[in-house]
Each structure stands twice: as structure tokens, then as C-alpha cells.
């Protein structure tokens, strides 16, 4: 399986909204297989399709040793907030406190059009939180404090990745460093 070219903060694909799969067919198994080895291989602890470039509400992940998939996901939030830095591929190294929802219940469908629920708390409910903002084009430094957001975007310019993300075809290799996620962005 071929691994996809993640793209980077700066590239407009990740701040346009994606649109609802309707064809549950070999293509959409196929990005969902791209997807699951291209987190992999980054390696992170989620994916979603815009990341790749592909507009569609589809995201995976790989939190506590399970790999996941969803489809044209809704998410009902628990009221109970966790704090804890959070990261993203599309934004190597960068890592802050992201509060998010303690307890999630995703509901969806699978790569065989198949209704799923996944019920989340901690990491795996913020992974499905993280990715779902990602299918409406919003990033985790859109969800951080005012502070960190301005800290966040000053350690985005003085980044050494800021600025390649226009640069057609060109896919930094740039390894995260070990952290609350085990080291994997999302
Ligand atoms: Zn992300």
C-alpha cells in the first residue's frame, strides 16, 4: 500500500470543510487503507483524510494497540473536560494543552457502509475529536488558549517545516519527538 504525502499547516486542503462519503465502494476501502499505513508509517495515533488531501469524512486511528476507522462521523460530547498536549502530523513537533471532551460517543459507519458506535474516553475520545474537527477544516490550534495559540503560531513561523507546505510535492521528513501521545500526532 502506497504511503501518502501528509500535508502540512499552510496548505489550504486542511482548512476546507469535507464532504459526506455516499459511495461505500473498493475506493473508500482503499483510503482507508492508505490512511491506516500512512499513520503508520509517520508514525501517529490518528489520520484523517483531508491530511492526505481528500476532501471526504474519513478519518483512522491506532490508540491502546486498536486500529479504527469512521465514516461520516456525528459526535455526542461528555460535559467532563480532560486537559493533556496534544499534537498533530500536520504540525510536526508542535505540542500543547488541548482541552477537550473526557467522554465521547462517535456514531458513524464503517468502510462497508455498515452503522458503527464507538464509544471514547481520554486519548481515544480526543483522537475522535481531533480528526472530526480536521472533516470540518478545523486544526488543534484553532481549540487552544489564547495564549497558546499565540505561542503556537510564533513556534509555527520560527519552524523549520513553515513554509514547505505550498512547495508542490515536497513531504518533509520530520520525526516527532516522544511525548503524551507516545509520540504520535493525530
Ligand atoms: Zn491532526
Known amino acids: 500500500m502506497p504511503i501518502l504525502p501528509i500535508r502540512l499547516f499552510g496548505d489550504p486542503v486542511l482548512v476546507t470543510p469535507s464532504v459526506q462519503v455516499v459511495d461505500f465502494d473498493k475506493e473508500l476501502r482503499t483510503l482507508v487503507a492508505d490512511l491506516t499505513d500512512t499513520m503508520m508509517d509517520a508514525p501517529g495515533a490518528g489520520l484523517a483524510a483531508p491530511q492526505v488531501g481528500v ?5 483512522v486511528w491506532d490508540i491502546d494497540e486498536a486500529l479504527g476507522h469512521l465514516i461520516n462521523p ?3 460530547l461528555g460535559e467532563e473536560i480532560q486537559e493533556g498536549e496534544e499534537g498533530c502530523l500536520s504540525f510536526p513537533e508542535l505540542r500543547y494543552n488541548t482541552p477537550r471532551s473526557m467522554r465521547v460517543v462517535a456514531k458513524g459507519w464503517n468502510m462497508y457502509g455498515e452503522p458503527i458506535t464507538v464509544e471514547g474516553s481520554e ?3 480526543r483522537a475522535l475529536q481531533h480528526e472530526t474537527d480536521h472533516l470540518d477544516g478545523i486544526l488543534f490550534i484553532d481549540r487552544l488558549a489564547k495564549d497558546n495559540r499565540k505561542s503556537a503560531m510564533k513556534e509555527i513561523r520560527e519552524s523549520e517545516w513553515f513554509g514547505l507546505a505550498n512547495d508542490a510535492g515536497i513531504n518533509p521528513q520530520i520525526k516527532v519527538s516522544p511525548h503524551y501521545t507516545f ?3 493525530l
Not at 476532501?55 to 478519518?59: A, G, H, Y
Open 55 to 59: 476532501l471526504l469524512r474519513v478519518f
Open 183 to 185: 509520540g504520535k500526532g
Open 74 to 76: 456525528s459526535l455526542d
Open 123 to 125: 486519548l481515544l475520545a
